[in-house]
């Protein structure tokens, strides 16, 4: 039994989980909501209170994709929730204590934006990194609110994060919690499509930078069914002029782009230097493009039934055309208060 199931027959009352969750940004919350599933224990976070917060910042856009009757979507993407408890070892929990900090105004915006979505019938879609690392309360609450509402998403690399940089970031390092993490969010998060009046939603993991060949096989499955096709993924995908104002933000550092031209990424780094065996810190190491990515990406190019691509871990609002038939709409980060509001037409 997954943990989203587990809650769900343990009877906990998710609508009462939302309200609780919010008035726990200036209290504390300790205690159990069910038998044998603890509440996060809220109080070693920053207390701030409610009032002191900004509306959350709602952009609206409109996307021509052919379907069969209107729909509107609530996009987010990098909430970060960062709980922990003593589930977990000390470590977590300073860990905890230290990004809350920075992002520690999640929840209350997830929350924000799942009631703005509700009271106005949209679907919830989420683009990544819904955690900031993996916890037993982070994937406890996030199991918690994916109970509240009608969600789709795809994974971040935050996803499968067990204390944020501290290691090299692969198919084995995401092994070991993958089967915890997936428990806790609705649908496949290396691949999975869903139908929506008409236009199908695609969403795959490209947390590390690359695609995988049998991604591409699955994608062109996917195109044979002959619908308009909207992209999920936590990672954009390489365009131009993002990749331009991302170098020049970072100083030549990196771009934080999947598909990257190698004559860009071997560029990364300019000054950086690692002990032997910490190469793969380098940037130009961790976000080259193998072949299977850049063939992919030239591929998806060419199909004209691809319309959108909808993605995060930028933290900041961009869209820019990613081929003759699509654009790439990236969302700023939730934990700041900022959600994209998708009207299909």
């Known amino acids: 039994m997954d943990r989203r199931e587990f809650i769900k027959v343990s009877g906990v009352a998710t609508a009462g989980f939302a309200?609780?969750?919010?008035?726990?940004?200036?209290?504390?919350?300790?205690?159990?909501?069910?038998?044998?599933?603890?509440?996060?224990?809220?109080?070693?976070?920053?207390?701030?209170?409610?009032?002191?917060?900004?509306?959350?910042?709602?952009?609206?856009?409109?996307v021509e994709v052919g379907a069969k009757e209107p729909f509107d979507v609530m996009h987010i993407s990098d909430t970060h929730i960062t709980f922990a408890d003593d589930r977990n070892d000390e470590r977590k929990m300073l860990l905890a204590g230290r990004r809350s900090r920075y992002m520690g105004y999640g929840e209350h915006y997830l929350d924000e934006a799942i009631r703005y979505a509700k009271d106005r019938g949209m679907y919830m879609m989420h683009t990544g990194d819904m955690i900031d690392f993996?916890?037993?309360?982070?994937?406890?609450?996030?199991?918690m609110h994916m109970l509240l509402s009608d969600w789709f998403v795809s994974a971040g690399n935050h996803e499968y994060s067990k204390y944020v940089g501290e290691a090299k970031e692969d198919e084995e390092y995401k092994a070991s919690s993958r089967e915890a993490v997936q428990g806790a969010f609705p649908n496949d998060l290396t691949f999975a499509s869903r139908v929506i009046n008409g236009v199908n939603f695609v969403a795959l993991d490209d947390v590390y930078y690359y695609f995988t060949e049998r991604q591409h096989e699955l994608m062109e499955e996917e195109m044979k069914k002959g619908l308009p096709v909207v992209m999920l993924c936590h990672v954009p995908l390489y365009t131009p002029e993002f990749c331009k104002s991302e170098l020049e933000a970072t100083n030549g550092n990196c771009a934080y782009l999947t598909g990257v031209p190698l004559e860009i990424t071997e560029k990364y780094d300019p000054g950086k230097t690692y002990p032997a065996g910490e190469e793969w810190r380098y940037r130009k190491v961790q976000q080259k493009a193998d072949k299977p990515t850049l063939d992919f990406i030239a591929w998806l190019k060419e199909q004209k039934q691809l319309k959108a691509i909808l993605a995060g871990h930028m933290h900041r609002f961009f869209e820019e055309r990613f081929s003759p038939t699509a654009i790439q709409y990236t969302v700023g980060a939730t934990y700041n208060g900022d959600a994209q509001v998708v009207h299909f037409k």
């Open 19 to 62: 309200l609780a969750g919010c008035a726990s940004k200036s209290g504390s919350a300790k205690g159990t909501t069910a038998p044998g599933i603890p509440v996060p224990d809220y109080t070693g976070r920053i207390k701030r209170e409610v009032n002191q917060l900004k509306p959350i910042n709602i952009k609206e856009i409109t």
């Open 134 to 143: 993996v916890s037993e309360a982070n994937l406890d609450v996030t199991a």
